[in-house]
Structure formats: C-alpha cells, structure tokens
C-alpha cells in the first residue's frame, strides 16, 4: 500500500505538541508548521495511521520522570503504526509501501524521542518495528506494542511458564488484557485468574480468565489459593506479595515495590511483535480498544482527559490520524 514516496513528504506537518510540562488540557497544542524528523541511517520515515495512549504519555507530560526526560518541546506518542514512506541508508528489513506498527521508544524513561506518534509522520529505528498482521486495522495493530511487549517482559521475567497458575492484578486495563491472554495462550498457564471491578468480570473471563475477582468485593490476597506467579499492573506490590506461592515470582509496573516482587520498565524490542504475529494472526491474541474510541487525531486532549481517569478498558486510540 504506497501511499506516499519521498516527493511527496512535506516539510512541515500538524503535530500535536507541549513546551511545558502541565496538565494535556493546559499544554497540549496542535501545531501546523513541525518539522518532519530528519531520518538517522538505522531509522524509517512512517506515515502515521494511527497511534494509541499509554499512562507513560502523560506521566511524562505532567514532568514525572523530568530528571531523565528528553526536554519538551515533545510530540507526545510511544505507540505507532502507519506506512513506511522512506528508509535510512542502512535499512534492510523494510521497503517503501510496508505497513508497519511499533513502540518507538526503546526505553521509556531515558531520553523517550522528542518527536513522538501523534504527527502526521515519525521517525523510528527499524529494530523498533514490526510487520503489521494483515488482519488487524491500523487502529488495532497502534494499541498493541507497548502494552504487549510489557505484557510479555514481564511474564518472562516472573517465570511464567506451561502448566503455572497466575494472578493478574488490573485484568480490564490496557496492559491487564493483554496479560491474560498471553499467559493463556502463549505462556500456557493452567489457570488465569484477574482482578476487575463488577462491571468488567465478564471482558475477562471473554480474554481467557478462569477466575474473575471483584476488587470491589473480595480482597484477592485472602484468597485461601495463592499463584505461581503475580502480575501487578495497578501498583499495589504490596497485597500481591501476599497472593504468591512460596518461591513464586511477583512483577509489578509502577508504584512502591514490596520484595520479592521486582519492578521493571519495558524494553521495547520489534522481535518481539514478531514473536507474537501468529497468535495475532490467528485470533488467539486479540487488541482491545477502549468503546469511547477510536479518538480523531483533533481530540487528543478529550483523549488525554480520558487516560488519566484510569478508567480506560482496553487502550485509548487515536484514529485517523491526517
């Protein structure tokens, strides 16, 4: 699908940019007049379609993590997926025309790009990026990277693996969902259990959970059973400690950490959107996109407003993006 070649990139594009740190509905401003990121010799040029949120969007925004930020002014985005419109000298993987989908940050919090997704057009290292699975949409392939390479990580790094049973704290949030289905179908646990408020035990049973806890009603770590393995997406190490076998393995993402649950921020890595394509592919691993999405690349801000409820199911996605 060539869309673009090089004659036509323009110099200048719409980007939605912030110059302070503050809250996305005091900083955020769409802009016509950003330069197209010039492209390093490992990198491609993409069209964005489509690009998803991340609570590291506006965790970094609000100046959580200034000390090892890049300094605005920033493109917010990590997740991408769109078109590849030009290569760097040293590209071997992909071609003008491929249809591509990445987190196109590496690390997170160490120096994440200025120039992020939510453009008309970013710059990312092909190491960074996947093929896009045919069957998924632009939208659907854009809500996946971050959230499922986290997944992944840290499933591996917990020690899941066949015939083990897992806990996952946050079932219905955008990493939560994809946690389930991994540990379900890629891990091969013998029983997924997760965490969810009353009106979303349903979703995660429907990802693959053979036990659904209603946070609202049941403290999961009284639980007579406790689990191989803990995934704590939600930041409360601290009761998940309590969930897990003796020598079991707790992982959580944010938050104060109770050992032996470890904390980790993502590596973002293409190979492993590869790894995964089949079980995207067949529709064992489906994306979950929030219901009052996709947002329009003109509300970002509405889309902001949203993620930092916390009450997102699935991910927020911006789509299309012009």
Not at 73 to 102: H, N, R
């Amino acid at each position: 699908m060539a869309i673009s070649t090089v004659n036509t990139i323009p110099s200048k594009i719409r980007a939605w940019v912030y110059e302070d740190y503050g809250k996305s509905t005091n900083v955020l401003k769409l802009k016509s007049d950003v330069a197209v990121p010039q492209l390093k010799e490992d990198q491609v040029l993409v069209k964005v379609m489509s690009a998803s949120l991340n609570p590291v969007d506006f965790k970094r925004m609000e100046g959580m993590f200034k000390e090892t930020d890049s300094p605005p002014p920033t493109v917010p985005g990590y997740d991408v997926a769109g078109v590849v419109v030009k290569l760097g000298s040293q590209v071997k993987k992909f071609k003008e025309g491929d249809e591509v989908y990445g987190d196109i940050n590496e690390t997170a919090l160490v120096g994440p790009k200025n120039h992020g997704t939510l453009a008309e057009y970013t710059a990312v290292e092909e190491r960074l990026l996947a093929h896009k699975p045919k069957n998924l949409s632009f939208a659907e392939a854009a809500s996946l990277p971050l959230a499922i390479e986290t997944a992944h990580e840290g499933l591996e790094r917990a020690g899941l693996s066949a015939g083990k049973t897992v806990l996952v704290l946050g079932g219905a949030g955008g990493v939560g969902t994809l946690i389930i289905q991994l540990a379900k179908h890629v891990f091969g646990a013998s029983k997924v259990a997760a965490t969810a408020s009353t009106g979303k035990l349903e979703l995660i049973k429907s990802l693959g959970a053979d036990m659904a806890i209603d946070y609202t009603k049941v403290n999961f770590e009284d639980l007579p059973e406790k689990f191989d393995v803990v995934y704590d997406a939600v930041g409360q190490s601290d009761r998940a400690v309590k969930a897990v076998k003796e020598g079991g393995g707790v992982v959580t993402i944010f938050g104060a950490v109770t050992p032996p649950a470890v904390i980790f921020v993502v590596t973002s890595n293409g190979s492993v959107l590869e790894k995964l394509k089949p079980y995207l592919e067949s529709g064992k691993v489906k994306p979950l996109i929030d219901p009052k999405g996709p947002f329009p690349f003109s509300r970002a801000v509405d889309a902001f407003s949203y993620i930092e409820t916390g009450r997102a199911v699935g991910k927020v996605v911006m789509y299309p993006i012009p």
